[in-house]
């Protein structure tokens, strides 16, 4: 049972406009949601994160926003840029969770 | 610096052999994890750990055993009775398990 789903494999984006990245979850209990990136034969590193206390938070270019009642979420990169083309995954932990659940992840490319 | 170190980059398993993946952190982390990574795909959690001399099957486990003998030190081996090994193998750490992920480079195994 997927709890954390990414329906959108991939996602091309130009260079200079705005890469919106979408994620689902099902469980009602999570309550702490992280984005991660990733680069071919790399490590994820953190990006972003948001508490289900609050529908927004922004980190430089990078802003994830929240829909409790939709359980939903998306990355938004503004501008988007060449260095941003990578694997994204997000992640959600809370209630019996105690651990995070990852997403298949979206690969965005960012096209000159 | 601190993080953690994943150690061989490259492994090549010939058939009927055991293999370890090494990983190593300085963060004062509790909680270790090993995931992998196959082509196209998210990252599954093979096993995991929340404290030393303690761990957890995670969604893939068989085929695989580890240990936490000390707070720096998850080792994974890769048995023989895992049929299909070729993957990226990644191990990430956290503070506790609802935390933040901190992922090393990873190592990628090849079956000969």
């Known amino acids: 049972d997927q709890q954390v789903k990414q329906n959108s494999p991939s996602l091309s984006v130009q260079e200079g406009r705005i890469s919106i990245l979408n994620c689902d979850y099902t469980n009602s209990m999570f309550d702490y949601f992280l984005w991660y990136k990733k680069y071919p034969a790399e490590g994820p590193t953190f990006l972003i994160s948001i508490s289900s206390i609050k529908d927004k938070n922004e980190d430089g270019r990078f802003t994830v926003f929240l829909n409790k009642s939709a359980k939903h979420l998306s990355l938004h990169i503004v501008p988007s840029q060449p260095g941003d083309s990578a694997v994204y995954f997000c992640a959600a932990v809370g209630g019996t969770a105690s651990k995070l659940t990852f997403g298949t992840g979206t690969r965005l490319q960012v096209t000159l | 610096d601190g993080g953690i170190t994943q150690s061989p980059k490259y492994l090549f398993r010939k058939e009927g052999q055991n293999v370890t993946l090494s990983c190593e952190q300085n963060l004062n982390h509790d909680a270790m994890y090993w995931y992998r990574q196959d082509p196209g795909q998210g990252l599954r959690l093979i096993y995991y750990?929340?404290?030393?001399?303690?761990?957890q099957k995670g969604d893939i486990a068989e085929g695989y055993s580890v240990s936490r003998e000390k707070k720096e030190s998850f080792p994974l081996t890769v048995t023989s009775a895992q049929k299909n090994p070729t993957a990226f193998y990644l191990c990430a750490s956290s503070p506790r398990t609802r935390d933040i992920q901190y992922f090393g480079a990873g190592t990628r195994l090849s079956v000969l």
């Open positions: 750990s929340q404290i030393v001399n303690d761990f």
